[in-house]
């Protein structure tokens, strides 16, 4: 991906204006993330679970590669949507086709032998699941209904619902997007943000996008407002003392939640998956002061992320 940096104070060229969304790089958006996982587990006290995570994004990005565009919706649902500004791709209208599942098969079949005891019998219980169980799995995961749910496979079926919204949300038009009602909700797919990013670059540079948990699409957000309840009043950052720069938790104190931003100024490789599973002590930290995080990190394992 070529990246114009533009010195501060030079004027973008003519014409350029930011894009109120950006989707994810088809060719790209999992390898990079892999590569980002592989430097960040350099030294790092969860080194052998990030390089986990790195296979797993590699597997990803073979998988999208691997894989055509999936079955779409409609021309007139795709129209109805933009005219109401709801998310044309949304998780709880859109009705999956089977390759998402062709999809979670190979990315197993990809990471098994990276795996540790733990994963590779989560794996083994995933694998053994029949089509319905599986599909009301996902669901259920979309919907952020976590109780009961086998935890250690949630990744893996997060993974693959990623690789699948991708290839959704690539495959449509910039056209068929309309700038949403709900500011905090991705206006491609309707789930919540992850993380959000100080962007670099052109007519982005210094612009802040909200990235989407699932789809990895980026929709813009002025800077210092809350994410999650749009005030912006009481918002604070919080990093953790000695820790990276270029990660902070915006807190708000009207709604009480955070959000991580990371900003590309201080460290253009920031990913926002990759950054955010190796800051869990920035989480601790929040959860500490009494901040409750307002968006989901579905790669999240949390039998190794304790350990
Ligand atoms: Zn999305
Ligand atoms: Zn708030």
Not at 1 to 26: Q, S, Y
Not at 70 to 94: D, F, N, S, Y
Not at 254 to 268: A, D, Q
Request: glycine share 8%.
């Amino acid at each position: 991906m070529a990246t114009t940096i533009i010195e501060p104070g030079v004027i973008p060229p003519h014409g350029a204006e930011a894009p109120f969304l950006r989707r994810a790089e088809r060719a790209a958006v999992f390898g990079l993330r892999a590569r980002r996982f592989m430097t960040l587990a350099q030294g790092h006290v969860m080194a052998d679970f990030l390089r986990f995570m790195g296979h797993l994004a590699e597997a990803q990005q073979r998988t999208l590669d691997a894989q055509g565009a999936p079955v779409l919706p409609g021309a007139g649902q795709i129209k109805l949507c933009k005219a109401h500004g709801m998310p044309p791709l949304g998780t709880q209208t859109l009705r999956r086709d089977p390759s998402w599942r062709e999809g979670l098969h190979s990315l197993l079949a990809q990471v098994e032998s990276q795996a540790n005891d733990a994963t590779r019998a989560a794996m083994q219980r995933l694998a053994a699941l029949p089509e319905a169980d599986l599909e009301a799995f996902a669901d259920r995961l979309l919907d952020g209904d976590y109780a009961g749910l086998d935890l250690a496979a949630a990744p893996l079926v997060g993974a693959a619902l990623q690789v699948y919204w991708v290839r959704l949300a690539t495959a449509l038009e910039q056209a068929d997007f309309s700038r949403p009602e709900a500011h905090t909700l991705c206006p491609a797919c309707g789930s919540l943000p992850g993380a959000s990013m100080v962007r670099i670059g052109g007519a982005e540079q210094g612009l802040r996008y909200l990235h989407c948990s699932l789809c990895a699409s980026e929709w813009n957000m002025v800077r210092v407002k809350c994410s999650h309840c749009e005030s912006t009043k009481g918002i604070a950052y919080f990093g953790v003392e000695g820790g990276d720069e270029a990660v902070k938790a915006e807190a708000c104190d009207e709604c009480r939640s955070y959000l991580k931003i990371l900003n590309m100024e201080k460290n253009p490789a920031v990913d926002p998956v990759a950054d955010d599973l190796a800051t869990l002590a920035l989480d601790i930290l929040m959860d500490e002061a009494g901040f409750l995080r307002s968006g989901p990190n579905l790669l999240l394992f949390p039998g190794d992320a304790d350990a």
